[in-house]
């Protein structure tokens, strides 16, 4: 079963990625697994011929397909294979499979029994089969988006087969899977067999049920986007949403449930929608990654390719329209009645969109009204906003996005008469509010907040374009203030709908809805463009007087400034008090109706700011609006700290203009922003955190303070930075915000490990500057003013405060992460032990470097950070933690890179070594769990990745594969090189390196020479150059135990060689080198592959055991006979090397030490002899002779110049 689904899976992957149509193979595979596709969860059934048979296969034995006679099974393995049949439901053959491919993966699982590998293995396969569907669907060419494919006849197939599932009910197959296939289900039925293991392996069986659910969810949600649903489809999707929708612990919609109500949506828009060969372009100032899809036209995409299939049904269905009505109009309560009410609003639109082309259209206008009214009344766009746009999938769905963007537009444009009348309600509310406030009445429980609810909706919604889908700007195509802009077609009816709703919802706004307005503006500017509209049009509000414009809006600022602090800030440019303790009666504040409102503006002016560089410019060179006597004005201010967090956090906005940064940086140092106050050795920013905030234990205005001070800080270290100031905020940073951490108390997980990563990157920008402009002083007596950056260093370099609260942060995220649990805040989390990594490593090379040059420099210390992490007995499971950070690639990829780097780099020290030995645990198995991580990194097959610094998961996956490698050229004739590749002290193999599975099949604990061979083993040719870093670097590897300073390794290196046929493999791939494009490269392989060669001949010779015996013989003919005279053999292909003058520039750039091609080329050349015409044989003697004195040679340098890309 899991070689089955893993065999699909892949054929489906590597048609995605080539070219090519696809063969009869890749057919064959794909179609004989068409059962298993339409019943991804279900088993073959138990079988009673096979259970009698495993019962007594401890007696008569087994036939397994890869041996020759019968193999008895002991009674434990039997009872282990039942229990695994129990638990699934399976077929006793194939939990028998499963558990013996459970026990071989033991070596790459060291902490897990068979048992729970395969209960891993069968989740996994099961992923992988759901993968596969879902893959298949994306493959379809229809209404929404392009196939992934590319290739018609490959198209062709796919969308047949699919077709073949569809009509053997796959849909409906899915939908009753994912009603019995719960996640919660699947937990009970393991914890009652004891089928979940620790926490790493309970952490990949629930992700892998998770994404089953996902990847069927996701299956039936891209076939909707293509193709048109059935009555049947259709009425399936609400039965699952009506009674079996889930909602997360989180309050967020769980995924499954959320691409089925997607693909309900895109299922009634193409079941009420009637083909059409014509299209109706529309104008805008956005090119789309994809097509669009809208409901305005009756046509919903452009025309599609010649090789699309559209559906044979072109004409309306009755029948399927009166279904859907009477389900969503009765009174029956659904699971999630809110997920109702969202089908209810999508109904109501896609009828009112259809009404001219449904027959008898007019009679739904009452169910239209009457559907809209009760989805409201549901508070629709509450759980549109809290529950469901807060999913992880709107970052990532772009179809999705799409679809739920045109839920909202067309809800301003096709129900205009709702969302009037939510209006008109929201105005209600607002005077009623106010009555209530001004009476002192408590408000009623009824309040009508539709409308407000709608606003902050298209807020959330459209706030962050992680996609760059652009879509916000769909509001502003049509506004005034973008008509010179606009391209010559004019906008549609629909963009214009939109343009006059932004423009009409800002008119006359109470008080109670401006907040709200605001909210909405800031969402929809989430782009350079928008944010330039949105600019534009307050703008222009001027005229009108209203509230929301820029003039009354600064105005408002300035009085505030004026009224709370009378003494003007920037006129003076005097110091001010921040801890001066005005009398009672002379305090002022500012009402919380007020700040709320002033706040939403921040936020707003911080958007636009943001985004648009010609607006930002704009809002700070106005005469008139003076932002920065307004803001930092109020920022000395009484005022209240959730203000002053706004104030910083538009300011931060504006740093992204140098020189308004520097303009801001002036200003900091004139009024001491974070000097110490007279008569204290706080800040004024330090006691109002501690005043007002450590007790509520929220820390928004701290936050945003970093958040201003960190691109401000960044910018100025290019330049000539005032050392006063800076030394200011480096003392606030570090005593009153990092050294505070550990005796606050926070509310958030995710708030504590934001502000430490704030920190985290000012210190790390600091401190790389510091090292970047060290000067070493001729003249060493002179004094010098003392910079901040020289005093984080000495403080780390000394083992300080700050080293020692850094090293308990990585100990206290590492225990944190190790717990496997998923939670907000892990990603900063993450990127916080990622700086701290970066810090210490930059402190340790630097301070060396220094050192080097400089015998008499101001660092006197000891230890650099890395070696006392090392060293310190205090930290002792330290490194060992950072060790096991390598093996978290899975879910923290940046996290793993930099932890393989700290711990490559730092084990590239000779002096380092036996104290790395002396932390590692005594036990054989716990030593193999904690290479887990660096072993899995040669077993990553990506490519070798250029040297660019912006980085995809593939290309890190690479770079730390050449990390790791790069450490054992450097380390293999050492015990830390020993230990990564499996051996003891004593130079033997772990003792629990090497087991058989039943059978047969030999196995090793992972260990770096086994994840090598491996590597080797599924190298195929015609990926050989894609590995023209990491190729090389194996072969070194390899060659440096072949010439290792201990005879033993060298003797257990040459068996598991033997053992793996390595070399017979390698001359076999050689072959395709010859047409390589490397010259490097293809040098390089040829120089490692000779000198293995020639090095095992002597091995063979030199102490011939039985073994070495056997296969001396084939080893020689192997080598040196005929192979093929039109390939041209490898022997004569490397004595006629074409050693031109121009190649000696290569040659020297080869990865090889101690290797002379040259030399190697000559010697050969001397023991050469002519058996007969077109052989050329050796004489073994005369190059054993040659070999040992080489090799001894050899051993006794020792040298390795790689370094490190």
């Not at 293995?121 to 229809?142: F, I, P, T, V």
């Not at 009354?552 to 009085?559: E, K, M, S, T």
């Amino acid at each position: 079963m899991f070689d089955t689904f893993n065999t699909l899976f892949d054929t489906l992957r590597s048609l995605l990625a080539s070219n090519e149509p696809i063969d009869n193979e890749k057919v064959q595979t794909i179609t004989s697994n068409k059962s298993n596709l339409l019943n991804i969860t279900s088993n073959s059934p138990q079988n009673p011929a096979q259970r009698n048979i495993l019962l007594r296969a401890d007696i008569d034995g087994i036939q397994f397909d890869s041996l020759t006679e019968r193999r008895k099974l002991p009674r434990l393995f039997i009872d282990e294979c039942f229990a695994i049949s129990d638990l699934f439901q399976l077929n006793e053959y194939d939990s028998l499979l499963l558990l013996i491919e459970g026990e071989s993966l033991q070596s790459n699982y060291p902490d897990c029994t068979r048992g729970l590998l395969a209960v891993q293995l069968y989740y996994e396969s099961k992923e992988r089969l759901a993968a596969c569907l879902a893959y298949l669907m994306a493959c379809l060419s229809g209404r929404t988006f392009q196939s992934l494919l590319k290739i018609s006849k490959s198209i062709e197939f796919c969308t047949n087969f699919t077709n073949e599932l569809i009509e053997q009910r796959l849909i409906e197959n899915i939908i009753e899977q994912l009603i019995s296939f719960q996640i919660r289900n699947e937990e009970q039925k393991l914890y009652s067999k004891a089928g979940l293991g620790n926490v790493k392996h309970r952490r990949r069986v629930q992700d892998s049920i998770k994404h089953i659910r996902s990847f069927q969810a996701k299956a039936i949600f891209l076939y909707s986007c293509q193709i048109r649903l059935t009555r049947s489809h259709l009425l399936s999707i609400i039965n699952y949403l009506a009674k079996y929708s889930t909602i997360q612990d989180d309050g967020i919609i769980d995924e499954s449930t959320l691409y089925l109500l997607g693909a309900f949506l895109y299922g009634i828009t193409l079941a009420l929608t009637i083909p059409n060969d014509t299209n109706i372009g529309s104008s805008s100032i956005i090119t789309s990654k994809h097509q669009q899809f809208s409901l305005q036209e009756d046509q919903p995409l452009s025309p599609l390719e010649d090789n699309t299939t559209t559906t044979t049904t072109s004409s309306i269905d009755p029948a399927l329209i009166t279904s859907i009505r009477d389900i969503l109009s009765n009174d029956e309560r659904w699971i999630v009645p809110e997920l109702k009410a969202v089908c209810q609003l999508a109904w109501a639109i896609i009828l009112r969109a259809r009404s001219h082309t449904l027959p008898d259209g007019h009679i739904y206008s009452e169910d239209i009204e009457a559907l809209a009214d009760t989805a409201v009344e549901a508070h629709v766009f509450a759980f549109l906003s809290e529950t469901v746009t807060k999913s992880s999938l709107f970052q990532q769905e772009e179809f999705l996005i799409r679809r739920f963007h045109m839920l909202f537009v067309d809800f301003i444009y096709y129900l205009p008469f709702k969302l009037k009348e939510l209006r008109v309600q929201a105005e209600d509310t607002a005077r009623m509010i106010e009555d209530c406030e001004r009476a002192r009445k408590p408000l009623p429980d009824n309040l009508q907040r539709d409308y407000e609810y709608f606003l902050e909706l298209l807020s959330t919604f459209y706030a962050n374009d992680h996609m760059g889908l652009h879509l916000s700007e769909e509001f502003w195509i049509a506004a005034d203030a973008l008509a010179g802009h606009r391209l010559m077609q004019s906008p549609t009816q629909q963009q214009v709908a939109l343009a006059n709703f932004v423009e009409s919802a800002g008119g006359t706004l109470s008080a109670y809805l401006y907040c709200h307005y605001i909210h909405m503006l800031a969402g929809i500017s989430s782009t350079q463009s928008s944010a330039h509209a949105c600019f534009e049009l307050l703008r222009f509000a001027k005229d009108t007087g209203g509230p929301t414009c820029w003039n009354r809006i600064f105005q408002a600022f300035l009085l505030y400034r004026n009224t709370y602090r009378p003494d003007t800030l920037l006129n003076q440019q005097q110091q001010t008090s921040f801890g001066a303790s005005p009398s009672p009666s002379a305090i002022k504040t500012i009402a919380p109706k007020e700040v709320t409102a002033l706040i939403a503006v921040l936020n707003l002016i911080e958007v636009i700011a943001s985004q648009d560089e010609v607006s930002r410019i704009g809002f700070f060179e106005h005469p008139q609006w003076q932002i920065t006597g307004a803001f930092f004005g109020l920022l000395s201010c009484r005022i209240s700290l959730d203000l002053k967090a706004a104030l910083f956090n538009t300011l931060s906005a504006f740093t992204k203009t140098s020189e308004i940064a520097m303009h801001f940086w002036k200003i900091i140092g004139d009024v001491d922003l974070f000097a110490p106050m007279e008569n204290s050795d706080m800040p004024a920013i330090a006691y109002e955190i501690e005043e007002f905030e450590v007790p509520s234990q929220k820390y928004t205005f701290l936050k945003s303070c970093l958040k201003f001070l960190q691109p401000i800080i960044s910018q100025q270290l290019k330049t000539n930075i005032d050392m006063r100031t800076l030394g200011y905020c480096v003392v606030f940073l570090v005593n009153h915000v990092l050294l505070k951490i550990p005796t606050r108390t926070f509310k958030s997980i995710q708030e504590k490990w934001q502000i430490i990563e704030f920190v985290l990157i000012i210190l790390n920008d600091i401190v790389i500057n510091y090292f970047s402009n060290q000067i070493i002083e001729n003249d060493h007596n002179e004094a010098k003013l003392v910079s901040p950056g020289e005093l984080l260093v000495n403080d780390l370099l000394r083992g300080g405060v700050l080293n020692n609260l850094l090293t308990t942060l990585i100990s206290d995220g590492c225990e944190k992460l190790f717990e496997y649990v998923p939670f907000i805040g892990e990603q900063e989390l993450s990127r916080s032990l990622i700086l701290i990594m970066e810090l210490l490593e930059s402190v340790t090379l630097s301070s060396q470097q220094i050192l080097q040059t400089d015998k008499l420099s101001s660092f006197t210390f000891c230890q650099t950070p890395i070696e006392r992490i090392v060293t310190d007995t205090n930290t002792k499971d330290l490194f060992p933690n950072i060790m096991k950070l390598v093996d978290m690639i899975d879910y923290f990829p940046k996290l793993a890179h930099q932890a393989l780097s700290i711990f490559a780099k730092t084990l590239s020290e000779d002096k380092l070594q036996k104290p790395f030995l002396r932390l590692l645990p005594k036990d054989h198995k716990e030593k193999a769990l904690l290479r887990n991580g660096i072993v899995r990194c040669l077993e990553f097959t990506e490519p070798d990745s250029d040297n660019n610094d912006e980085m995809d998961d593939n290309d890190l996956k690479a770079r730390m594969r050449y990390t790791v490698l790069w450490l054992l050229t450097k380390s293999v004739q050492s015990n830390i090189g020993h230990y990564l590749c499996g051996f003891t002290r004593q130079n033997q193999l772990e003792p629990i390196d090497f087991y058989s599975t039943l059978t047969g099949r030999s196995c090793r604990v992972n260990n770096c020479l086994q994840a090598i061979l491996t590597f080797f083993d599924d190298l195929s040719p015609m990926k050989i150059d894609y590995y023209q870093k990491s190729l090389p670097l194996c072969y070194e590897v390899l060659y440096l135990l072949c010439t290792n300073n201990s005879s033993n390794i060298i003797k257990v290196t040459f068996d598991i060689l033997h053992e793996n046929l390595f070399i017979q493999k390698q001359i076999q791939l050689y072959f395709p080198l010859k047409t390589s494009s490397s010259n490097i490269f293809k040098y390089s392989i040829e120089t490692y592959l000779l000198r293995l060669i020639a090095h095992e001949l002597f091995h063979l010779t030199h102490e011939p055991t039985i073994i070495s015996k056997n296969l001396i013989d084939t080893t020689i003919n192997l080598l040196f006979e005929l192979i093929d005279i039109k390939l041209n053999r490898l022997t004569l292909s490397l004595l006629n090397l074409p050693f031109v003058k121009q190649d000696h520039l290569l040659i020297n750039q080869l990865k090889t030490p101690n290797i002379d091609l040259n030399k190697i080329n000559h010697i050969l050349q001397a023991c050469q002899y002519n058996e007969r015409t077109n052989l050329k044989l050796y004489r073994l003697d005369s190059l054993k002779k040659f070999l040992s004195n080489e090799i001894k040679s050899i051993q006794q340098a020792n040298t390795n110049n790689n370094e490190l890309i």
